[in-house]
């Protein structure tokens, strides 16, 4: 993220942290239960790199105590948003919900003062102008499919050329996986198998699809052995996510907006997603609109019915009761749960029965599974030295199951372990539980690990 630059003290009363609702602050006892489920805090040891720190220097900044200087931006940038202290919280503070819009409110409060002279291309032409569009991402990773597929990759890689590139494109290039075929353009209906159970709608992301299309493929076929017809609206969009957890409120605003009115809910029993932060970001639709859109009742309702159909795919398959898939799947594998499943959503076993009924699968026990492994979406790419060591804890922990295969609902933690693992020169599977589960229907083998 772009250093903050210093707010006045008029300025913090006037703009930052007089959205939220203040009793939210109050709710923190400081107890400090937080702080060994946080993973910057288990990083540093900083008491202002953890959820209690943070939280007293937010209040301080919206009491007009202090100014929004660069070091307490410092210290809130650093926050993954991984929510892991809302787990541990025993007075349920919704962290959350303090540190998402005080950023909207501090990315305002910098362009209000903002002299032209702090462009930041990255954010502008990659993260808004790039990844939350499916079809230019394809496009972009159109040449590495290629030298992918002729090993090129491999030499360049070799020669130390990525060096060469500006820091983040570098690593950009660092955490690019090898890219499996994304399959064939959705249809806009594929039919139950057997009788239908139930009509869903399937949300395909814009980094997930281009990077990860073969996985939406999985989801939608093993939605289908469910007995599910499964709907693809054509003109879905981005969640905003991307946008709203980098402080563009307005931005995430207008692409909410655009999937509600894409999405027929009336029509649907679910709307359907497989990646944790896009579910989160969609499940929260309603109190966003709310937060940033306080005057706009027709917006805010909307949203919010929207959001009341959103179910992760893992949610809803055993609310629906799973079909259990007949396919051996011999591996042994650990889960890692994604932070924006298991502490925002609050879904920790679903996945976990999920993979239980596939027949020879040997799931194990995976040390700190609920600790973040330092992707939380594009914070790999603006923290590249935190990112890299909470890459480092997780690889180590997996690595000590003597696992074949890791497990994980996120696009985000897959591009993450993947680059984390590749560095041990040993094959790990790195796989989507919808991937799984899907060969197990198909009765098709593992493939080879990446």
């Not at 003062?113 to 972009?140: C, H, I, N, T």
């Not at 983040?168 to 039919?191: I, T």
Request: a neutral charge; hydrophobic letters at 40%; one cysteine or more.
């Amino acid at each position: 993220m772009v250093p903050a630059q210093p707010v006045s003290q008029s300025a913090n009363r006037k703009q930052i942290g007089n959205e939220i609702d203040y009793d939210k602050f109050l709710d923190c006892v400081h107890c400090g239960l937080c702080t060994s489920a946080c993973p910057t805090y288990l990083e540093t040891g900083d008491e202002n790199n953890s959820p209690r720190g943070r939280i007293y220097l937010m209040r301080a900044v919206t009491d007009g105590r202090v100014d929004l200087t660069p070091s307490i931006s410092r210290h809130l940038d650093l926050c993954l948003d991984c929510r892991s202290c809302e787990t541990a919280c025993p007075s349920g503070v919704q962290y959350g919900r303090l540190i998402e819009p005080f950023r909207v409110a501090v990315h305002q409060a910098q362009a209000d003062q903002a002299s032209g002279s702090g462009f930041d291309w990255f954010k502008r032409f990659v993260l808004y102008g790039l990844f939350p569009y499916p079809k230019r991402m394809r496009w972009a990773l159109l040449p590495a499919r290629v030298m992918q597929a002729i090993y090129v990759d491999r030499l360049i890689e070799a020669l130390r050329l990525p060096k060469l590139l500006p820091k983040k494109l570098e690593r950009m290039q660092k955490l690019l996986p090898r890219l499996q075929p994304r399959g064939a353009r959705f249809p806009d209906v594929l039919p139950a198998v057997g009788p239908r159970r139930a009509r869903v709608a399937l949300f395909t992301g814009c980094v997930a699809d281009a990077m990860f299309g073969q996985t939406n493929w999985a989801t939608a076929r093993v939605l289908q052995q469910n007995g599910c017809e499964v709907v693809i609206p054509q003109t879905q969009v981005c969640c905003g996510a991307i946008h709203y957890h980098s402080g563009a409120g307005k931005a995430a605003l207008e692409l909410a907006d655009v999937n509600a009115e894409a999405f027929a809910v009336d029509d649907v029993d679910a709307v359907i997603i497989n990646v944790a932060g896009c579910g989160s970001m969609l499940k929260d639709y309603g109190h966003i609109a709310g937060e940033l859109a306080p005057e706009d009742d027709d917006l805010s309702e909307r949203l919010r019915k929207f959001a009341d159909k959103v179910r992760d795919v893992s949610e809803f398959l055993m609310e629906l009761g799973p079909i259990p898939p007949e396919g051996p799947i011999r591996v042994r594998a650990t889960y890692h749960d994604a932070c924006h499943l298991v502490h925002a959503q609050k879904i920790r076993e679903p996945p976990r029965t999920l993979l239980s009924l596939v027949p020879g699968l040997e799931l194990l026990p995976l040390a700190e599974s609920e600790i973040c492994c330092g992707a939380a979406g594009s914070y790999n790419l603006t923290e590249p030295e935190m990112s890299d060591q909470l890459a480092a804890r997780k690889r180590q922990n997996i690595l000590n199951t003597g696992a074949d295969a890791v497990i994980t609902a996120n696009a985000g933690c897959s591009l993450q372990l993947q680059a984390a693992l590749r560095r041990t020169g040993r094959d790990i599977w790195v796989a989507h539980p919808m991937d799984v589960l899907d060969l197990s229907y198909r009765k098709a083998p593992p493939p080879h690990a990446n």
